[in-house]
C-alpha cells in the first residue's frame, strides 16, 4: 500500500500534505519553547528562593547535642543537614536538612524530629521552595497560587497545540474514509490501513517535529537572553543562566509524536467500527447536525451570509480551538496592554512625578548609624550638589488619651476605625506607632525656617495630620488635625510599648514635611511622626534601643539630566568610599530602568498573547487548507444552481470576516468592564486613562489577526477557484 497508494497520494496531493507539515511544524515549534520556557523559569525562580531564603527544605530547631545531629544525618532519606548559625543560639540548635526524595519530608520531618528527641512542633518546612516541587503542606496558610497557575497554563497551552495537531490530522484524514472504505471493500484490513496512515504521518511529520523542536531550543535561549537584557538594571534580580534538560526535548518530541500517532489512528479505528458499504458512501462534506440559519449573517450579508454562517457552524467542532485561543489571545492582550499602562500612569503620578523635585540621588548606607556619620557637609560641597540631607528612620510607640485626639478626628470617629495591628486600644487610650525620623542638624534647623518654626535643636517636630479613613479615595484623601496643639512634650517608648519612656520637647506641629523620599502614614494612617536633629538623638537614641541599620543621604542636583548625575554619584562614590555597604539610586535611572522592566513584561506577557493567537491561526491555518478537498463538492453545487465565482469569494469574506471578528466583539465588553473595575479600584480619572490608552497595540493586534485569517481564506480561494464543476460533482459514491 506505501509504494502503489500511500506516496503516490503524497506526491499528488501536496497542498494537503503541506498543511500537516505546517501544523506539526508550528506546533513543534511553539511545544518546544513554551516547555523551554517553563523549565527555565521554574530553575530561575528555584535559584531566587534559595539565595533569598536558603538552600533547605526542611528545619528542626531546638536542644540538640551531637548525638541528636549524628542521628539527624544517619536517617536514610537524608542527603545534607547543617547548622544554620542564624537561627542557632540561646539555648537552641537549628538544622537545616536537604532530602533526597523531597516527596517524603512531609512524613519523613516528624520521624527524624523524633529521632532527635525533639516534637514534630520543632519541624519548619521551607513551603516557597517545595511548592516549587509541588509538594504542598496543608498547614501552610499562604495560598502559593502562582506556581501552580502557571503550570496549569501551560498545560492548557500544550494542549492547544496538542488540538492543532490533532485537527490537522482529522481533517485531512476523516476526508479520506470514503477512499479507505473502497480499500476496505476489496480486502484490506484495518490493521492494514492503520499502517498506512502511521507510514503517511511519519513521512510527513518526521523532519517538521525535529525542525521545530530545535528551533523552539534556540528561541527559549533567546528569549532568555532578551529578558536578562531587558531587566539587567532590575534591583534585586539575578541573570538567568539558559538551561536545557534532555527530558524536556525528549517531553516534547514524545508528546509531539504520540499526538500524531493517535491523530493517524483514529480514523483507522472509526473505519474498523463502519461497515464498507458505509465508509464508502461517507464523501467527507461538511454537514450540519440539524438544520440551522445564520440570522444575523444573512440579514447583514444576503444569501453569502447565509451560506458562510451555515459552513462555520459546520466547522464548529473542528474550529473550537482557533475560537477559544483568539478569544483567550485577544482579551489577555487587551487586559494586559490596560494593565501595565495603568500601572505605569499610576506609578508616574504617585512615584516619578510626586517625587521629582525632592530627590535627584539617594545614597543609602548598610548598618551604619547617622549618629556618627560626619560628611554631610564635605558633600554638600561637592560640584553639582544643590542640597543635601542625611536622614534616618527609627521605630517607637506613644501613648495617646481621647482628650489629645482633635475635635476634626472625632467627628470622623476617631480610633473605632483602627485596625488592632496597628493600634492597641485600652481602657485609658490608644498606643500608637510614633516612627522617628532623624535629620541632619543644618537640615533640621532648615526644615524649622521652612514651616515657621523656632530654630533649636533640643526638640521635635510633630507632624500632626491625619487621613479621613471614611474617604477611601486614596488618590485624593482628605486630611485632618491629628492632636490638639496644646501639650509641649511627647512621650515616646521604644516599639511594642516597652521600656522607660523619653520626655521631649515639642518645638512645632506642622502639617508639612521635608524634602525626603519617604511615605508617612500610608499603610499605618494612624502613626504619629517625629522630626528629631541628630544631635538629640544622640542624647535619647540609646534609651529608645536604636535598632536601626541603615541611614540615607538625599541629593538634589543642579543638573539633572543623565550624564551629569552619574558624574555625581562618582563623586559621591569618591567621598563615600567604594564599600559594598553603600548603594546609591540615580532618579533618572531609576525611570530608565522602571521603563524598561515595564517594557520587558509586557513584551514576555505580549509574547504569551501572540503565541495564544498563533495557536488559533495555526488552527485556521490547517482547517481552511484541509478543507479545501472536502469543499469542492459543495462549492461546486453552489456554482451548479447559479452562485457565481465573486458570490464564492464574498463567502469566504464573510467567513474569514466572521471568525476573525468574533474574538474581538467577544472580549471587548469584557475588557471595558474590566478596566471599569480596575479604574474604580485604582480611583484613577477615566479621561487621565483614555489620553494614553493602548490604542495602537490593541488595534494592531486585531489587524494581525484579521490579516493572518484573511491570508489563510484567501490561499483556500486561491485552491477552491480553480476546481473544474464537472470533476467536482464525480462522484463514486454508492447513493
Known amino acids: 500500500m506505501w509504494k502503489e497508494y500511500s506516496w503516490n497520494y503524497i506526491r499528488k496531493n501536496r497542498a494537503s500534505g503541506l498543511s500537516v507539515m505546517v501544523a506539526a511544524f508550528i506546533s513543534a515549534l511553539l511545544l518546544s519553547l513554551l516547555m523551554g520556557l517553563f523549565y527555565n523559569f521554574w530553575r530561575y525562580e528555584i535559584e531566587s528562593i534559595k539565595r533569598e531564603e536558603g538552600d533547605w ?39 537545616d536538612i536537604i532530602l533526597r526524595n523531597k516527596r517524603t519530608i512531609l512524613s519523613d520531618m516528624p520521624q527524624i524530629a523524633k529521632l532527635a528527641g525533639l516534637p514534630p512542633e520543632a519541624v519548619s518546612y521551607h513551603h516557597s521552595l517545595l511548592n516549587m516541587y509541588l509538594i504542598r503542606d496543608p498547614q501552610d496558610p499562604a495560598p502559593r497560587l502562582i506556581f501552580p497557575a502557571l503550570l496549569g497554563i501551560t498545560c492548557l497551552a500544550c494542549f492547544s497545540l496538542v488540538m492543532i495537531i490533532h485537527n490537522s490530522f482529522a481533517v485531512s484524514m476523516n476526508a479520506r474514509l470514503h477512499q479507505f472504505g473502497i480499500f476496505s471493500s476489496i480486502g484490506a484490513t484495518p490493521a492494514q490501513i492503520r499502517a498506512c496512515l502511521l507510514q503517511e504521518s511519519a513521512a510527513l511529520c518526521c523532519l517538521p517535529v525535529l525542525l521545530g523542536n530545535l528551533l523552539g531550543i534556540a528561541a527559549s535561549a533567546g528569549v532568555i537572553n532578551l529578558v536578562n537584557q531587558m531587566a539587567a538594571q532590575a534591583a534585586g534580580r539575578h541573570d538567568a543562566a539558559w538551561t536545557y534538560h534532555p527530558l524536556v526535548f525528549l517531553s516534547a518530541f514524545a508528546i509531539t509524536a504520540a499526538t500524531i500517532g493517535v491523530s493517524a489512528w483514529l480514523p483507522a479505528r472509526r473505519l474498523s467500527s463502519m461497515t464498507p458499504l458505509e465508509a464508502i458512501r461517507t464523501a467527507g462534506e461538511l454537514q450540519l447536525p440539524r438544520k440551522k440559519t445564520s440570522p444575523i449573517c444573512s440579514l447583514l450579508f444576503g444569501i453569502e451570509g447565509e451560506l458562510a454562517g451555515n459552513a462555520l457552524k459546520a466547522q464548529k467542532k473542528a474550529l473550537r480551538t482557533a475560537n477559544l485561543s483568539l ?36 545614597v543609602t548606607v548598610k548598618d551604619a548609624k547617622i549618629g556618627a556619620f560626619d560628611q554631610t557637609d564635605e558633600i554638600r560641597q561637592l560640584t553639582g550638589v544643590r542640597d543635601c540631607v ?39 487610650g490608644f498606643w500608637v506607632s510614633a516612627p522617628i525620623v532623624i535629620l541632619d542638624d543644618e537640615s533640621f534647623l532648615a526644615y524649622c525656617g521652612q514651616i515657621g518654626a523656632e530654630a533649636r535643636l533640643d526638640g ?13 479615595d486614596f488618590r485624593n484623601p482628605v486630611f485632618v488635625p491629628y492632636l490638639k496643639e496644646d501639650l509641649s512634650t511627647s512621650l515616646l517608648y521604644q516599639a511594642g510599648h516597652q521600656g522607660q519612656a523619653v520626655e521631649i520637647a515639642v518645638t512645632a506641629y506642622t502639617r508639612d514635611v521635608p524634602l525626603l523620599r519617604e511615605e508617612y502614614a500610608t499603610l499605618d494612617h494612624y502613626e504619629l511622626v517625629h522630626f528629631l536633629p541628630v544631635s538629640l538623638w544622640r542624647e535619647i537614641g540609646g534609651l529608645l534601643e536604636d535598632q536601626t541599620d541603615d541611614f540615607s543621604i538625599r541629593i538634589l542636583a543642579m543638573e539633572t539630566d543623565l550624564n ?32 524598561r522592566i515595564i517594557d520587558g513584561m509586557m513584551a514576555i506577557f505580549g509574547g504569551f498573547c501572540v503565541l495564544l493567537a498563533l495557536i488559533g491561526i495555526g488552527n485556521v491555518f490547517s482547517n481552511t487548507l484541509g478543507f479545501v478537498r472536502q469543499r469542492r463538492r459543495e462549492f461546486a453545487r453552489y456554482l451548479s444552481v447559479g452562485l457565481t465565482p465573486g458570490g464564492m469569494k464574498k463567502m469566504f469574506c464573510i467567513e474569514a470576516l466572521v471568525l476573525a471578528g468574533r474574538p474581538v466583539l467577544i472580549t471587548l465588553p469584557v475588557t471595558v468592564a474590566a478596566l471599569g473595575f480596575m479604574l474604580k479600584a485604582s480611583y484613577l480619572e477615566p479621561i487621565i486613562f483614555i489620553r494614553e490608552a493602548p490604542f495602537g497595540p490593541v488595534l494592531g493586534f486585531i489587524l494581525a489577526i484579521f490579516g493572518f485569517v ?14 473544474s464543476l464537472t470533476d467536482a460533482l464525480r462522484d463514486d459514491t454508492l447513493m
Open 564 to 595: 551629569a548625575l552619574t558624574s555625581l554619584e562618582k563623586e559621591l562614590q569618591a567621598v563615600l568610599g567604594d564599600s559594598e555597604e553603600i548603594m546609591v539610586e540615580n532618579r533618572v535611572q531609576e525611570k530608565i530602568t522602571n521603563d
Open 57 to 95: 527544605q526542611g528545619r528542626i530547631v531546638g536542644q540538640l547535642d551531637g548525638q541528636a545531629l549524628e542521628k539527624i544525618r544517619c536517617f536514610v532519606n537524608v542527603e545534607k543537614a547543617v547548622i544554620n548559625e542564624t537561627y542557632t543560639g540561646e539555648g537552641r540548635t537549628a538544622v
Open 460 to 472: 521635635a517636630v510633630i507632624l500632626n495630620q491625619i487621613r479621613d479613613v471614611t474617604n477611601l
Open 390 to 428: 542625611a536622614y534616618q528612620r527609627c521605630a517607637a510607640a506613644r501613648f495617646l488619651s481621647l482628650e489629645e485626639i482633635s475635635g476634626e478626628m472625632e467627628a470622623f470617629g476617631g480610633f473605632s476605625h483602627a485596625p488592632e495591628n496597628f493600634v492597641t486600644k485600652t481602657p485609658e
Open 710 to 723: 484573511g491570508t489563510a481564506y484567501f490561499l483556500g480561494w486561491n485552491a477552491q477557484k480553480r476546481i
Open 327 to 362: 478569544i483567550c489571545s485577544f482579551l489577555a492582550f487587551t487586559l494586559m496592554q490596560c494593565f501595565f499602562t495603568l500601572s505605569d500612569i499610576s506609578t508616574r503620578m504617585t512615584y516619578f512625578e510626586a517625587y521629582q523635585d525632592t530627590w535627584d540621588i539617594m
